[in-house]
């Protein structure tokens, strides 16, 4: 998953990630990853239109956007 995560940080690409919140619920996001270390991804959700900081451990899944226009969701 970091793997992912440098490489689209890298190249500016957008990620879309599915995510445990704090409630326990999974939710689907699409962010602008701004930096990121071991345990935490600070990032631009475009589902909340706010800078957000997202636990890793708590991503479930995350794939690079191919085209990188914005989609609503």
């Known amino acids: ?3 992912t995560v440098k490489q689209a940080t890298k190249i500016n690409r957008l ?11 999974l939710t689907k996001r699409r962010l602008r ?19 957000r900081t997202f636990n890793i451990e708590n991503i479930l ?3 690079p956007v191919t085209n990188n226009y914005l989609i609503a969701h």
Not at 15 to 25: N, T
Not at 39 to 51: D, G, Q
């Open 15 to 25: 990620v879309d990630i599915i995510y445990i919140d704090k409630a326990g619920q």
């Open 33 to 51: 990853i701004l930096k990121y270390d071991d345990n935490l991804l600070v990032a631009y959700c475009f589902t909340r239109r706010s800078i």
């Open 1 to 3: 998953m970091l793997r």
């Open 61 to 63: 899944a995350i794939t």
